[in-house]
Nanobody, 114 residues
Framework: HVQLVESGGGSAQAGGSLRLSCAAS????????MAWFCQAPGKSREGVAT???????SYADSVKGRFTISKDYAKNTLYLQMNSLETEDTAVYYC?????????WGQGTQVTVS
């Protein structure tokens, strides 16, 4: 099993920045990808950014050029640097990891942009 603990959410002004963190623990050797998803009020959960084990990165079109996903492998911590925030970025952000034993989700962290 893998446990995920997110932090770094909060409130920001439009045009501002936030950085989300997701600390993974447990059987982290089985992780083959990590990602950030978000769910805005009244909408379905959708992918924001993905980091594959081989280093490949992909972003949703809506965040390209504004958000950056990265990972500190020594700390088993995933990050999402969010710049040039827009009010449409307001959502609960979830860290998710795919492992050979299953998929695990964090508890979510609220991001509010005004």
């Amino acid at each position: 099993h893998v446990q995920l603990v997110e932090s770094g959410g909060g409130s920001a002004q439009a045009g501002g920045s936030l950085r989300l963190s997701c600390a993974a623990s447990g059987d982290t050797s089985t992780i083959y990808c990590m990602a950030w998803f978000c769910q805005a009020p009244g909408k379905s959960r959708e992918g924001v950014a993905t980091l594959e084990r081989d280093g490949r990165i992909s972003y949703a079109d809506s965040v390209k050029g504004r958000f950056t996903i990265s990972k500190d492998y020594a700390k088993n911590t995933l990050y999402l640097q969010m710049n040039s925030l827009e009010t449409e970025d307001t959502a609960v952000y979830y860290c998710v990891t795919g492992t050979w034993g299953g998929t695990y989700w964090g508890q979510g962290t609220q991001v509010t942009v005004s």
